[in-house]
């Protein structure tokens, strides 16, 4: 059997070492700043069948979208499609009704100020979220943060601080909501372990269905 290629390993704080398939059906290895590559090499051997299984099942999803910045492109909004509509107006501002209205005024940096846009939209809908499920959880995070990432949704840091990217804001509510709760466990409970999914399910029951939304669906969020 061929060797499971991994595309990156990522060290840090954490105490367990976790196996993710990425989007592009990659490899990626979470691992303790101390774990050894002998360790990780086994855990690898132990789980490649889940690995093989996992990376053809995300072969078989929808494929990542690739955005042109063109008149009637579907960008989402909190699950919803809007086509993007391109106006012949000076002011260079975005409007969403039925459609995302962008102003042709500077056109070739279209992608600049959507992404400007989607950031603004994040900072005000994610962190009132957030501020949300902290008082009716009781977890308070030192801070909100409002990132470019892409490879993961949300994250916490050792001093108690909430980052999310700001691509997110793309997901249906109910998903948006999932990753903040996610999130604000790990205040709590910092590793993966049963005790920390039960706190999560006892804030969001059906915290699985909207994981395996966001699993199924995460290819069409990516710009």
């Known amino acids: 059997m061929d060797e499971i290629p991994v595309e990156k390993i990522v060290r840090s704080r954490r105490r367990t070492i976790a196996l993710i398939i990425n989007s592009e059906a990659r490899l990626i290895v979470r691992a303790p700043m101390k774990a050894s590559l002998e360790v990780i090499n086994a855990v690898i051997r132990e789980k490649q069948c889940w690995i093989r299984k996992k990376v053809a099942e995300m072969k078989q999803r929808p494929p990542v979208t690739v955005h042109r910045y063109e008149e009637g492109e579907i960008f989402f909004f909190l699950g919803r499609a809007y086509p993007l509509h391109i106006i012949e107006d000076g002011r260079g501002v975005i409007e969403r009704t039925d459609r995302l209205c962008v102003s042709r005024m500077g056109e070739a940096d279209i992608s600049r100020r959507i992404k400007r846009w989607y950031i603004g939209e994040a900072q005000k809908e994610i962190r009132s979220r957030c501020m949300w ?91």
Request: hydrophobic share 35%; net charge positive.
């Open 133 to 223: 499920f902290s008082m009716t959880t009781g977890y308070t995070p030192a801070s909100v943060r409002i990132t470019d990432a892409r490879g993961r949704w949300g994250s916490c840091t050792h001093r108690g601080g909430l980052n999310f990217s700001w691509r997110l804001i793309q997901a249906p509510l109910e998903i948006v909501d999932y990753v903040i709760v996610h999130e604000l466990v790990h205040l709590r409970q910092p590793d993966h372990s049963r005790k920390f999914w039960a706190k999560v399910r006892e804030i969001m029951p059906d915290y699985e269905r909207r994981r395996e939304w966001l699993r199924e669906n995460e290819r069409l969020l990516r710009i």
